[in-house]
C-alpha cells in the first residue's frame, strides 16, 4: 500500500507545472490582443470642418485640385494620422453677380425743385455716392440708396456698389450726368376770345416763364395744339385760322418747356356759329352810337320789328344790314323812350327753321 500511495502523489506533482505555464501563456495572448479587438469594435466619429468661401461671377476658386466656378457644397476627405478615423471638409462656395448699376433720375419741377437719383442692387450693403464737379447737396447723403441734390451747373454723379464696404468684393460703378432744373410756368392770351364766322382769325401768344432760355446746350419753347392736334408752329406768337369741321368749342393747348421741365396751359374758346347783338341804348344825332344796327354771325333771312309801348309798329327790318337812326317809317322822330323789337331769323347750320327773340331799346334824345 504505501508503495502505491507513493507512485501516485509521484505523478501529481510531475504534471503540474507543463499546465499552469499553458494557463499563464493563453492568458497573456488574451489581455494583448484584447485592446485591439476592443478599439476595432469602438464606434469611429469623423471630424466635420465646415469651410465657407465667396467669389465673383466669372472668377474661379482652386479647391484640392478642384476648379470651382460655381455655387455648391463641396466635399473633400482627409486622412488623419492619430486615428483610423477621418478628417471631412465641407465648402460652402457663394458666386456673387457683379452689380450691374442703372441709376434712375426723378425730377421734382415744382413744388420741390431737385433731382432724386436711384441706384441700387439686391444684396447690396454698400454705396458710396461722388459727384464731379463736387456737389455739396451729396453731404450726409454719400451712403444712402436714394439721394436727393439740385446741381447748380452740370454735374456727373458715380455710384460705387459693393457687398460690403472693405476689403472689395465685387464691385460696381455708375455714372450719370444731370443738369441744373429750370421749373416753367405755362401761360398764354388768346385774341379774340370767341370764334365767329365773321372772324375766324385767332391769334396767341406765350406768356410763360422758362421757356425763352437756351441752357447747356438744350433748347427751350412750347408746342400748340389744337383739339389735340400738334401744330406746325411753335413761335412765341402764332396765328390760327377757324374751321367749319370745328365743334362749338376749340381747345387751345400749349406745351411749354426748358431744357429739364415741361408745363401746360389750357383755353376753350367757344366758336359762335350763330351769334346775334342788337345795342340797347343809341341817341339819334350824336357823334356815336346814333343808330341801332344788328351785328350777327352766320344768320341768314334777317327780319326784326320795332314797337313804341303802345304797341304801334314804329320800324321794320327787312335784313340784319339795315339801321335805326330814330325816325319812324311815317317820317317823324320818335320820342325818347323804350321801344320793344322782335326779330326773327334762320341760321347757316339750320336753315329749315326759323329762330325768334324779343328785347327792348332804350332812345335818348
Known sequence: ???YRHRTNHNKST????????????????????PVTLHAQLPCRDTIVRVYDTICDGDTLYYRGRTLDHSGLF???VPRTD???????ILKLSVLTYPRITIHSIKHCTPIVAYDLLGGYPLITYYNWSSEPFDSTLVWQEHLSRVRVNPR?????TLHLDYRESPPQCPGTS?????PIEPVTAAMQVIPDEITYDNMHIIAEDFSTGTRENHWGRWAGRNWYINGVRQPQNGEWVEFYGDPSWGDTVHLMMEAYSPTCLDTAYRDIPFRRVAIYIPNVFTPGAETNNTIQPITTGVT????WIYDRHGTLIFHFDNQHQSWDGTATNGRQCPQGVYTYYYRYRDAITPTGNKSAIGTITLLR
Open 1 to 3: 500500500m504505501s508503495t
Open 15 to 34: 504534471s503540474q507545472p507543463p499546465f499552469r505555464r499553458s494557463c499563464i501563456l493563453g492568458l497573456l495572448i488574451i489581455l494583448c490582443l484584447l
Open 75 to 77: 466635399f473633400d476627405t
Open 83 to 89: 486615428t483610423i478615423c477621418d478628417s471631412i471638409i
Open 153 to 157: 451747373q452740370p454735374t456727373t454723379y
Open 175 to 179: 455714372t450719370i450726368e444731370v443738369i
Open 301 to 304: 333771312d334777317f327780319q326784326m
